[in-house]
């Protein structure tokens, strides 16, 4: 069976802190105001705020990236062809300079995703806090005006035999990343001992990303 590479994210584990979206942030040398992973506080009116009343209070967070579906519904909309499905199963945006198939800034992808937000698009040329210095791994892709982008799994790092940034740096290990279709893997393990659930059941698209309750 072909390996469906996915990741299984332990909500009682995550402790909230964004050390995933930072990483994800400088691994991919994201321009500013750009973030392919969030940390969304759940309930709460504003971030990092309980719902509830006093005494009874609670507090929960859930991260939120591309999922990386097995039946993505940004994958035939894209009048280019510049989303792709890799053959491990990870969605791909082309924006390699010179493609045929790179992307033209429709932005039919983002609104055919169910997952708001897990796309953003480059309205303004790319700026940076660092000036002078790309920062980021080895074969990042580029940012430029009037481009969608997204997490890409760190496609870049796999390529390498490495895990997602977000995966290497969560100080509570809450992230696990494997193969789906591998019954011994950790990803599979996790998912057979634990009740798990994806976002958006409903639309249909087979999320890759599953979240441990």
Same mark, same amino acid.
């Given at each position: 069976?072909?390996?469906?590479?996915?990741?299984?994210?332990?909500?009682?584990?995550?402790?909230?802190?964004?050390?995933?979206?930072?990483? +994800?942030?400088?691994?991919?040398?994201? $321009?500013?105001?750009?973030?392919?992973?969030?940390?969304?506080?759940?309930?709460?009116?504003?971030?990092?705020? !309980?719902?509830?009343?006093?005494?009874?209070?609670?507090?929960?967070?859930?991260?939120?990236? +591309?999922?990386?579906?097995?039946?993505?519904?940004?994958?035939?909309? +894209? $009048?280019?062809?510049?989303? #792709?499905?890799?053959?491990?199963?990870?969605?791909?945006?082309?924006?390699? $300079?010179? #493609?045929?198939?790179?992307?033209?800034?429709?932005?039919?992808?983002?609104?055919?995703?169910?997952?708001?937000?897990?796309?953003?698009?480059?309205?303004? *040329?790319?700026?940076?806090?660092?000036?002078?210095?790309?920062?980021?791994?080895?074969?990042?892709?580029?940012?430029?005006?009037?481009?969608?982008?997204?997490?890409?799994? +760190?496609?870049?790092?796999?390529?390498?035999?490495?895990?997602?940034?977000?995966? *290497?740096?969560? $100080?509570?290990?809450?992230?696990?990343?494997?193969? &789906?279709?591998?019954?011994? #893997?950790?990803? #599979?393990?996790?998912?057979?001992?634990?009740?798990?659930?994806?976002? &958006? !059941?409903? *639309?249909?698209? *087979?999320?890759?990303?599953?979240?441990?309750?």
């Amino acid at each position: 069976m072909a390996k469906r590479l996915g990741m299984v994210i332990d909500t009682k584990r995550c402790i909230g802190c964004t050390t995933c979206a930072v990483a +994800c942030k400088g691994e991919n040398n994201l $321009p500013d105001k750009t973030w392919y992973n969030r940390v969304l506080t759940v309930g709460g009116a504003n971030p990092n705020t !309980p719902t509830g009343v006093y005494p009874h209070l609670t507090i929960e967070t859930i991260t939120l990236a +591309c999922q990386h579906c097995e039946k993505p519904a940004c994958l035939d909309v +894209c $009048p280019v062809g510049a989303i #792709s499905k890799s053959a491990d199963g990870v969605i791909l945006q082309d924006n390699t $300079p010179g #493609s045929p198939t790179r992307c033209i800034g429709a932005r039919a992808c983002i609104a055919a995703c169910p997952y708001t937000g897990v796309r953003v698009f480059n309205f303004d *040329e790319p700026t940076y806090q660092v000036q002078g210095f790309v920062l980021g791994g080895e074969g990042v892709p580029e940012h430029t005006l009037n481009k969608v982008e997204k997490c890409q799994f +760190c496609a870049h790092r796999l390529a390498g035999g490495l895990e997602p940034a977000c995966v *290497e740096v969560c $100080p509570s290990r809450a992230r696990t990343f494997g193969d &789906l279709n591998d019954p011994t #893997s950790e990803v #599979s393990r996790l998912l057979a001992a634990r009740h798990s659930f994806t976002l &958006l !059941p409903e *639309e249909g698209t *087979e999320p890759s990303v599953h979240f441990l309750d």
